[in-house]
T-cell receptor, first 114, second 117 residues
Framework: KAGVTQTPRYLIKTRGQQVTLSCSPISGHRSVSWYQQTPGQGLQFLFEYFSETQRNKGNFPGRFSGRQFSNSRSEMNVSTLELGDSALYLC?????????????FGPGTRLTVL | AQSVTQLGSHVSVSEGALVLLRCNYSSSVPPYLFWYVQYPNQGLQLLLKYTSAATLVKGINGFEAEFKKSETSFHLTKPSAHMSDAAEYFCAVSAQGSGGSNYKLTFGKGTLLTVNP
């Protein structure tokens, strides 16, 4: 079974721009979660989608948004980029049946904001 | 709300020595606990998880962890370290919220494991 894939793997943007990251979950998984990883703040939960509905959201500003499509693929968008948005963005997929589910992580998208 | 504390941001051991990575959690409801490993420039890989079936959990690559409710701990151990174990390790908690599952992992800050030859 193919793992979680994320595209692109690397991105360089400038302040004020917007960016869209993509995540394809493991086949059959209906839940996709997004996390931001930075050296200072560590791993922080952004949001989780299940069957195209956002079920949970972390404590991030409204510039961070996401969506999920009917095939479970997900995208996250960051508008009006700030230097502090530079991070590794990780996507994880699971069956979405409960908090005990294993979340399988993709390799991440490394975003650099200049 | 849940939180995780990993004691020691950096642990260094010799090859063949015991590995002990500490994790303490806080949760107002029974927790589910996970250990993940991250190699450079990669995502996170699950080592093991506790979902209340057994307090001693065995994972991949010879790792195991014991859930101790009285100590609110879930420390990760491996009897004999190998060079390939050098990586960053994250403890995470997930919990059944009062309104149902919250479907998110709350991570500790991570522990970087160095293995010396």
């Amino acid at each position: 079974k193919a793992g979680v894939t994320q595209t692109p793997r690397y991105l360089i943007k400038t302040r004020g721009q917007q960016v869209t990251l993509s995540c394809s979950p493991i086949s059959g998984h209906r839940s996709v979660s997004w996390y931001q990883q930075t050296p200072g703040q560590g791993l922080q939960f952004l949001f989780e989608y299940f069957s195209e509905t956002q079920r949970n959201k972390g404590n991030f500003p409204g510039r961070f948004s996401g969506r999920q499509f009917s095939n479970s693929r997900s995208e996250m968008n960051v508008s009006t980029l700030e230097l502090g948005d530079s991070a590794l963005y990780l996507c994880a997929s699971s069956s979405g049946q409960g908090s005990y589910d294993t979340q399988y992580f993709g390799p991440g998208t490394r975003l650099t904001v200049l | 709300a849940q939180s995780v504390t990993q004691l020691g941001s950096h642990v260094s051991v010799s090859e063949g020595a015991l590995v002990l990575l500490r994790c303490n959690y806080s949760s107002s409801v029974p927790p589910y606990l996970f250990w993940y490993v991250q190699y450079p420039n990669q995502g996170l890989q699950l080592l093991l998880k506790y979902t209340s079936a057994a307090t001693l959990v065995k994972g991949i690559n010879g790792f195991e962890a014991e859930f101790k409710k009285s100590e609110t701990s879930f420390h990760l151990t491996k009897p004999s370290a190998h060079m390939s174990d050098a990586a960053e390790y994250f403890c995470a908690v997930s919990a059944q919220g009062s309104g149902g599952s919250n479907y998110k992992l709350t991570f500790g800050k991570g522990t970087l494991l160095t293995v010396n030859p």
